[in-house]
């Protein structure tokens, strides 16, 4: 223990400190200041930057033997209350350069310094500052960050003012389509919204702290797990395994009736075998931390290490064992069966172009914040957990049997109020069923938080996808059949396998009107990291072969790859992969929205190119659906209060995407016509124990879905409080007349006939679906085989706008994950892979500043007010036009992603491009 003396936020103290503890564990654990955030905990991300004698530190590597004495310190608590925001904290909430906002805190403590240091910096200068500083944001694609800077800078350098800051209500009171800053926005720039680390150091004393002992190998039988060691360790209360857990131990993967895999493949804690690097084995429970961590090292593990099958070629191989015994590694086949038999068609079109093998890898999340959650006993004995979860009521049914409790009876789930994140890995429940289990077996409540490592090797993955596919076309260009192949690497687990599979036959060649389509995809079960949703889950596999394959046939046929793609898109007439008709037809007019800035990028990379940069342009289309397949639904309440305010209720989780900004905007569009203004809408959002189910925020349903449910709930209200002269009761009016003041909104897709795809792979899965075409213009350094994507432009058809600023940073945030996607992010090495810089997370300097977005509205008669959904649009296939425009540069065509430097360079050099193959095309089954 050290004495030192420090000044932080202007308050000069003493502190008692381990010399050894990092300047963010005092600050956050002993001082409470929790505006500070932990991301990656490696100075690899910024989220703990704070200020240390006029500099920009990362409070996470700075022991405190390292700090100075007297050393003036600044957090972000020190830059501005919500009563009182600092220029920078005003101009982030009015450009959304908080979605999650786990970053917020860390990027601005970091500008204050810059503006300090440079109070009229150019917008290259700014991202060369958060390049310098490492600062990352996973949400933003940047580009809201640096608007915000500029506009703080010039607020204060006095050439705007603050109310230029602020949100001007329209004549007409309607927020709808404006950019009304999403409520939680001042928690998230002040840094005073709790996140799960940081309710974790709020909780009570006696909360037990939890330590995972976790599987070093890929796959092993269980011998034997002796705790005995363990337990006696100081401040250890217990140790729990797979033989305290009073349910069955297993996770509901909810499959299809056709998987031959088993819906309760996934352990809680493994029992009999370790099925991946990483899974669970134990919890360790102690009184502190370091206490639990130390006796994770006692907990001995007795292991047959058995063969590990690390992806989908070695896993189908004939002779490789089965990984679940009983059930073949190949578990489910979804075909694909459209018009009339390919075969024929093949051999009268006139062209036929095939690629084999185009793969699309296992793309890491990388949220800021990493996986945490809290379990407690409330004080009727049900067990309450909170997480990160975008699923509480799907979470809540998936956990509750292996458990051993009831969903909704004695188990409830709800979201910490801030949540950094998720990207689709928390479509899945990760450490829920492990707090709970952990609360059942000590009665305590019990806290445990990942560090990064575990973020990275626990939680779920983007599937990888091997593609095979042909297309047939005549001498126009049309496109008149089409062959896919394709197996799904799913990782040890089955949960959702089948639906990611059945993703494929939706999206493989989808926006094209092709008549007949025959395909088949099967889905293995490996020993690499399980599958999980990921933003855009199943289509950025989907496209990439099939805007590749685009390409590839319009150099064949000598037509431009915009121009095939405007002769293929669908018309009426057409329908969908799946048999579907399109709702709006959208791709046309996208396409000539595109048309000017394509043909300008294209003469503008010929004149910019040179021998070491060439320069190039590629086009892809994207599209994805608004919902889960087939029938589905979300319930909402709408209430009115005595104060006269309306109360929305229901769980629209939130991973950053905005869904508290979609449920005001949502809500308020119906209820401002009986006089309500955005402020006395009382929102009761992610709590099973307060709201009713919206359904997961996953599949970029909610605006649609849930959206729905809201207007029905709120027009229900306006109904009943409307007086015969068009205005509407106050409360004491209702009640004295006796009037329900509460109402249950519903809303399904059976109103548009949705239905889910059959075994061949037909149906009408979703009611809307959002369109989209990307333009990508990138410059490839012929020298070391560096790509840099120069712009990135999507012309996009989500319909109405509910928030422009939350649906342009929607769309900015997932472009700059597609470059990443493209470029650099994988998780396939176990040694490599291990951190979020490791994993090709893109800082600042890998997003150009240059991202455009050309909206066109086709409003949805089956969306609120005409919206669709926006979330995983930008994600479908901006790498395909990204890897399209490198082989326009250069000619090399990466037909495996992630196209890294040494790809590109061995085919600038002539050499192959080492690529992985499948050995089985079209196993038994
Ligand atoms: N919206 C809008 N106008 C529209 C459509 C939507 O303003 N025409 C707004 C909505 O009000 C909502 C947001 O855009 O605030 C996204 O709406 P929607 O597409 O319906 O998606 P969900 O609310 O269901 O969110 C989930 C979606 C998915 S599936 C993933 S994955 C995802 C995403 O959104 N993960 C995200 N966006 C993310 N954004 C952040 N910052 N972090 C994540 O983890
Ligand atoms: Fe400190 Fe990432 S740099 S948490
Ligand atoms: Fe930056 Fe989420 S807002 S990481």
């Known amino acids: 223990m050290i004495k030192k003396k420090v000044n932080i936020n202007g308050a000069s103290m003493t ?45 996470c590597a700075t022991k405190m033997k390292r700090v100075p004495d007297e050393a003036l310190i600044t957090t972000i608590e020190g830059i501005g209350t919500p009563n009182n925001l600092h220029a920078l904290q005003l101009a982030w909430v009015k450009h959304g350069a908080a979605q999650c906002g786990f970053c917020a805190p860390g990027f601005i403590v970091s500008a204050r310094v810059l503006l300090d240091e440079n109070p009229n910096p150019t917008r290259e200068e700014v991202r060369d500052w958060f390049q310098k500083h490492k600062n990352v944001c996973r949400c933003t694609g940047y580009k809201p960050i640096v608007d915000a800077v500029m506009d703080a800078a010039r607020l204060m350098r006095g050439e705007i003012s603050v109310r230029d800051l602020g949100f001007e209500m329209p004549g007409d009171g309607k927020i709808l389509g404006t950019d009304y800053p999403r409520p939680s926005a001042i928690g998230k720039v002040t840094g005073t919204i709790d996140y799960g680390a940081d309710l974790g150091l709020k909780m009570p004393p006696g909360t037990l702290q939890l330590k995972l002992v976790q599987a070093q190998v890929s796959h092993a039988r269980i ?30 993967g909810l499959n299809f009736p056709s998987n031959k895999g088993d819906s309760y493949d996934r352990p809680i804690l493994c029992d009999e075998k370790v099925f991946q690097f990483g899974d669970a084995i134990a919890i360790v429970c102690a009184d502190t931390e370091a206490h639990a961590q130390a006796a994770v090292e006692k907990v001995k593990v007795e292991l047959e290490v058995l063969p590990a099958y690390m992806s989908a070629p070695a896993a189908m191989e004939p002779d490789a064992m089965e990984i679940h015994p009983g059930t073949p590694n190949v578990y489910y086949r979804q075909l694909l069966e459209k018009g009339e038999d390919t075969g024929p068609l093949m051999e009268k079109a006139d062209v036929v172009v095939s690629m084999e093998d185009l793969y699309v890898g296992r793309q890491p999340h990388l949220p800021v914040e990493p996986d945490v959650a809290a379990a407690y006993y409330d ?81 779920g993955k983007r599937s990888p996808f091997f593609i095979d596919l042909k297309f047939g076309a005549r001498k126009d260009g049309k496109i008149i059949a089409m062959e896919s192949n394709w197996a799904v690497d799913h990782g040890p687990y089955s949960e959702f396998g089948d639906l990611l599979t059945l993703r494929g036959a939706q999206f493989i060649g989808a926006g094209y009107g092709i008549p007949n389509i025959r395909g088949a995809g099967y889905t293995v079960c490996t020993n690499h990291a399980w599958g999980s949703a990921f933003r855009a889950y199943g289509s950025p596999q989907s496209f990439f072969a099939s805007e590749t394959l685009m390409d590839v046939l319009a150099e064949k046929l000598g037509i431009d790859p915009l121009e095939l793609r405007y002769i293929n898109v669908y018309r009426p007439g057409d329908t969908t992969p799946t048999g579907q008709e399109p709702e709006v037809y959208s791709l046309p007019q996208l396409i000539d929205a595109i048309r000017p800035r394509y043909r300008a990028a294209l003469e503008k990379a010929r004149k910019l190119s040179t021998p070491e940069k060439k320069r190039g342009v590629g086009v892809s289309i994207g599209i994805y659906g608004c919902g889960l397949d087939g029938v589905d639904g979300a319930e909402v309440w709408a209430e009115l209060l005595p104060d006269g305010r309306v109360q929305v209720s229901t769980n629209w989780q939130d991973h950053g995407q905005g869904a508290d900004m979609g449920l005001l905007a949502t809500s308020h569009e119906v209820l401002r016509k009986m006089g309500i203004r955005p402020e006395q809408i009382k929102l009761v959002m992610n709590d099973m124990n307060l709201a009713p189910a919206g359904g997961p925020a996953g599949g970029s349903r909610s605006q649609v ?65 959002m369109y989209g075409v ?89 969306g609120p007010f005409g919206a669709a959904g926006v979330g995983e649009l930008p994600l479908t296939s901006p790498h395909a036009a990204i890897c399209n425009a490198i082989y326009n540069a250069c000619g090399v065509r990466i037909t495996q992603l992630p196209a890294t430097p040494e790809k590109v360079l061995a085919g600038l050099q002539g050499r192959e491009i080492p690529v992985v193959r499948r050995p089985i095309k079209n196993p038994a089954y």
Request: charged fraction near 20%; include cysteine.
């Open 15 to 59: 502190l008692l400190v381990d010399p050894e503890a990092t300047l963010a564990e005092v600050i956050r654990g002993q001082l409470h200041l929790t505006g500070t955030k932990i991301g990656c905990g490696k100075a690899q991300c910024g989220a703990c930057s704070v200020i240390m004698n006029g500099k920009v530190i990362f409070s």
């Open 223 to 252: 011998l034997s797990i002796d705790t005995s060691e363990a337990e006696k360790m100081p401040g250890v209360y217990k140790v729990v395994t797979h033989k305290d857990i009073k349910g069955r131990n297993r996770i509901n």
């Open 379 to 459: 004080e009727n004995g049900n067990l309450q957990i909170l997480s990160k979860s975008i699923g509480l009521d799907l979470h809540a049914l998936m956990i509750a049997e292996g458990l051993g409790l009831e969903a909704g009876k004695n188990l409830f789930l709800s979201q910490f109020p801030g949540v950094g994140g998720t990207f689709g890995y928390k479509f899945s429940p990760t450490i829920e069923a492990l707090v709970g289990a952990a609360c059942m077996a000590t009665g305590r409540p019990v806290f445990l938080k990942f560090d990064y490592y575990q973020q990275i090797i626990y939680t």
């Open 705 to 769: 879905v849930v959206g729905n449910a809201v207007v029905n709930a709120c027009e229900q209200l306006l109904n009943a409080l409307r007086k015969a002269d068009g205005t509407y009761m106050t409360y004491d009016e209702a009640l004295a007349k006796g009037i329900p003041l509460k109402y249950t909104g519903k809303w399904s897709t059976a109103v548009a006939n949705c239905t889910a795809c059959d075994e061949k792979g037909q149906g009408s899965p979703f009611a809307v679906y």
């Open 774 to 862: 990307f333009l990508a213009e990138v410059e490839v350094d012929t020298t070391t085989g560096k790509v840099r994507v120069v712009k990135m432009t999507l012309a996009a058809d989500v319909g109405e706008v509910v928030n422009r600023t939350v649906l342009d940073g929607q769309i900015y945030g997932g472009l700059a994950q597609g470059i990443g996607l493209a470029l650099s992010e994988d998780f396939e090495d176990l040694k490599k892979h291990t951190s979020m810089a490791a994993c090709g997370i893109p800082y600042i300097k890998d997003i150009p500043d240059d991202l455009e977005i050309i909206y066109v509205n086709n409003k949805r008669k089956h």
